[in-house]
């Protein structure tokens, strides 16, 4: 069964725009990471949060996490057509398995 | 360094049959595990393994099973295909847990016909 739930479930800009997508969960968890996938490809590793941190950056990707609300959000800043992809939040608690949310697909216009 | 590779690529199958799926983690990656992705269902666990144990698995039928050798390559089979097995099924190692960042290959596209 799915953990997070990923809003919106699509989501469409333009080049040059700021993304933000929004994860929920439900129980507590140790970390929570995001991943991209093209196309029905592998997914792509982004970046990973760990439940005492509240922000951390990586190039143009910004992730907060709000354990009080169980949400965590992907700032993809400056946004690129190869951008294009569908993104997941991913959860993992103490002896459970990693539990992937149902996706945003993002769509960047040139 | 290689990535995870995952073979075949592409494997179309008919009901009953059963199915073994190949992953090859990155080298010094000792925790594979196995998902499903189906456009109804998402991305669904199935199990994990480390050491060549089975640390986690999903809510699947005893149908679906996987082994890990002491290389770290690991399978997963299949028995009896139904329908609704058809999916794309992606591996990924870590160096340890699923805490850690996951490397996920190129998938297997099972077709069950």
């Known amino acids: 069964s799915q953990q997070g739930e990923e809003d919106p479930q699509a989501l469409s800009i333009q080049e040059g725009e700021n993304a933000t997508m929004n994860c929920s969960y439900k129980t507590s968890i140790n970390n929570l990471q995001w991943y991209r996938q093209n196309s029905g490809r592998g997914l792509v590793h982004l970046i990973l949060i760990r439940s005492n941190e509240r922000e951390k950056h990586s190039g143009r990707l910004r992730v907060t996490l709000d354990t009080s609300k169980k949400s965590s959000s992907l700032l993809i800043t400056a946004s690129r057509a190869a951008d294009t992809a569908s993104y997941f939040c991913a959860t993992d608690a103490t002896g459970n398995d990693m539990r992937f949310g149902a996706g945003t697909r993002l769509t960047v216009k040139p | 360094k290689a990535g995870v590779t995952q073979t075949p690529r592409y494997l179309i199958k008919t009901r009953g049959q059963q199915v073994t799926l190949s992953c090859s983690p990155i080298s010094g990656h000792r925790s594979v595990s196995w998902y499903q992705q189906t456009p109804g269902q998402g991305l669904q666990f199935l199990f994990e393994?480390?050491?060549?144990?089975?640390?986690n698995k999903g809510n699947f039928p005893g149908r679906f099973s996987g082994r890990q050798f002491s290389n770290s390559r690991s399978e997963m089979n299949v028995s009896t295909l139904e329908l609704g097995d058809s999916a794309l099924y992606l591996c990924a190692s870590s160096l340890s847990t699923v805490s850690y960042e996951q490397y996920f290959g190129p998938g297997t596209r099972l077709t069950v016909t």
């Open positions: 393994y480390f050491s060549e144990t089975q640390r």
